[in-house]
DNA sequence: ATGTCTTACGGAAGACGTAATAATA
DNA sequence: TATTATTACGTCTTCCGTAAGACAT
């Protein structure tokens, strides 16, 4: 019945209730909404917009369609999605980021048609965006203590260390035993990890970091020490249980496959 | 993503499993169909049949999207008949076709862009009719003894007559009261009225009808009488109670109007 | 040999953008 | 007057059918 450019612009224009945006959203002129709505209201026999040159709104039976149509229309995009193979995937901190790359590189070459974008996630945001949909997957720090959320299997594991300030007379020690933690300042979680870094480098407590750390976030005001006797720091990647998918134990398998065939953690 | 045309192809090649016929289906030629089919599974990036000039089969893949992609698309496709008004109408009997015409006819005034598709539907067959889908409003005869079936109120009342053999000694009589009835062989249903008329007529038994009847189905074999005492039959329209819709209601409202309008039953 | 799917190619429909116009605040 | 939606019109993509080819039974 109804064309895709039709019921994306008419989506759309729902959305944002004005042309232009609308037209710079679907990448076309704001003409051809124009007229590509207007052609719609033709065929569906009813008005969907009021709209005057200042104001655009729904009628109650754009309201209506719009309400039907959403749904409908995002399960055909998440059918096609699905056995293209498309996943959209979040890394947690710069050293996941390289590691993500090198298994969504991979996972390409197996399915040429899908598109596999990357977004970086904050430590703080990977649990709301996997159960919110916002991502398909994401590579993040074990163990995972947020329920609806499955885990695909260590992929990474890598020495903790502990950072401190340059200034701190800790420094100048070539590693901490982990039972001296207790008695250290150990800082809070904060929204970013360069947030975190930046109180220890101003003095105001310690942090336990990956060993990855020492290489992606060196600053002059922080120092790495190996925490001795400490468990391994571990990553994998993480997805919603019950949206689990074809494509997500591909790539969780692809991201196996990558670390046996010799990538290891930074 | 995907287009309509690719869509439909794609589902309805899914369901014939043959090139020409699904051609035949949409309209157009299997040139098209192949070429349509070719360019979507570039698109996803994987074959969604196996087929040979002599067997198309649905691939694991492709099976996977009809799975998914079928009931979006019906869902899309609702949406869009629900708010362009397109209804689909059964009516039982010759009467209510004409009837039924009439009220089809004032409701595409309003409604220029629906389709209003008419069918008959024999005494046996409307309420399943109504509860699979098949249509989504009928005309029939009331009261509905139907669960699940929603009825929109009298439309027609006429008043009750029996039907006789015209060799039947009956048949010279002027009316009949309803009393005498529980004495004389009343026919049960059949799949047919024509079938229970040419029953009556070979003399098997009697059977009240509606006045209309002497009208729409006069035979030389059979001879109505006015059943003096009885109830009226009464009509109306039918609709599964859980899918009604605005539509529905607008066609409901639509046939008291015509009712009102002097149009009474025949 | 026949039925069936695919490739080649010319024609038509319509999706699209630019520029000019109308309408609202 | 400035912003925004609509109309007019020419271009160009691509959808489509006819005819010929390839393939399986």
Redesign the pocket.
């Known amino acids: 019945m109804l ?1 895709r ?1 039709e019921i994306e612009a008419f989506l759309t224009l729902g959305d944002e209730l ?3 945006r609308t037209a710079e959203r679907l ?6 909404i ?6 719609l209201e033709r065929r569906v026999g009813a008005a969907l917009f009021h ?6 709104a729904l009628t109650e039976a754009g309201r209506q369609l719009r309400d039907e149509l959403r749904p409908a229309w995002d399960q055909v995009n998440a059918a096609v999605r699905r056995v293209s193979g498309t996943v959209s995937v979040a890394f947690v901190g710069a050293a996941g980021g390289q590691f993500v790359l090198r298994i969504v590189e991979r996972y390409r070459e197996r399915h040429p048609a899908a598109e596999v974008p990357v977004r970086e996630a904050q430590l703080g945001e990977f649990a709301t965006w996997l159960l919110d949909g916002v991502v398909d997957v994401a590579l993040v720090p074990y163990p995972i203590e947020v329920p609806g959320l499955a885990a695909g299997g260590v992929l990474i594991s890598e020495a903790r260390m502990l950072a401190v300030s340059a200034q701190d007379p800790l420094a100048a020690r070539q590693a901490v035993p982990v039972a001296e933690l207790a008695d250290l300042p150990v800082l809070p979680p904060a929204a970013t990890f360069q947030e975190m870094l930046t109180c220890v480098g101003s003095g105001r407590g310690v942090l336990p970091v990956g060993a990855h750390v020492r290489r992606y976030y060196a600053r002059p005001d922080v120092a790495y020490l190996p925490l001795t006797g400490a468990d391994p720091v571990e990553w994998g990647l993480a997805w919603h249980a019950e949206r689990a998918d074809a494509r997500v134990v591909a790539l969780n398998r692809v991201a196996h496959e990558v670390v046996r065939g010799g990538a290891s953690a930074a």
Chains 1, 2 share one sequence.
């Open positions: 064309e450019h004005h042309f232009g990448h076309v002129s704001t003409t051809r124009s007229q590509t709505v207007a052609k709209r005057t040159s200042r104001r655009v």
